[in-house]
């Protein structure tokens, strides 16, 4: 049951950070365009402004980019210690972590 638990996670951990790699490269592509605006007449405050909004855009989708990474890399780890986790064992509550040496 643990396996399947942690295989679930760590689709849709890539899933979900799939859904933020798409969405950073459209923020993207959409950024450079807002950045390349020029107009005809000389310079604009429309012009400085939807530039500047674009490198807002750029600041965005690598923001995008960055929570992917860490929502893929985060399922695979604890999808990976769900599937691969064999159970730690505990010891009797009279052993210690000394058990095995004679205090005499």
Same mark, same amino acid.
């Given at each position: 049951? $643990?396996?399947?638990?942690?295989?679930?996670?760590?689709?849709? &951990?890539?899933?979900?950070?799939?859904?933020?790699?798409?969405?950073?490269? $459209?923020?993207?592509?959409?950024?450079?365009?807002?950045?390349?605006?020029?107009?005809? &007449?000389?310079? =604009?405050?429309?012009?400085?402004?939807?530039?500047?909004? &674009? +490198? +807002?855009?750029?600041?965005? =989708?690598?923001?995008?980019?960055?929570?992917?990474?860490?929502?893929?890399?985060? =399922?695979?780890?604890?999808?990976?210690?769900?599937?691969?986790?064999?159970?730690?064992?505990?010891?009797?509550?009279?052993?210690?972590?000394?058990?095995?040496?004679?205090?005499?």
């Amino acid at each position: 049951m $643990k396996k399947l638990f942690g295989l679930i996670i760590i689709a849709v &951990g890539i899933l979900s950070g799939a859904v933020f790699f798409i969405a950073g490269s $459209k923020l993207n592509s959409s950024a450079t365009d807002l950045t390349e605006i020029r107009s005809v &007449g000389g310079n =604009s405050v429309a012009e400085a402004y939807y530039q500047e909004m &674009g +490198h +807002h855009g750029l600041a965005y =989708s690598l923001i995008s980019f960055a929570c992917g990474l860490g929502i893929i890399s985060i =399922s695979l780890g604890f999808g990976g210690l769900l599937m691969f986790d064999e159970g730690t064992k505990t010891p009797d509550s009279n052993e210690t972590a000394y058990s095995n040496h004679k205090i005499e």
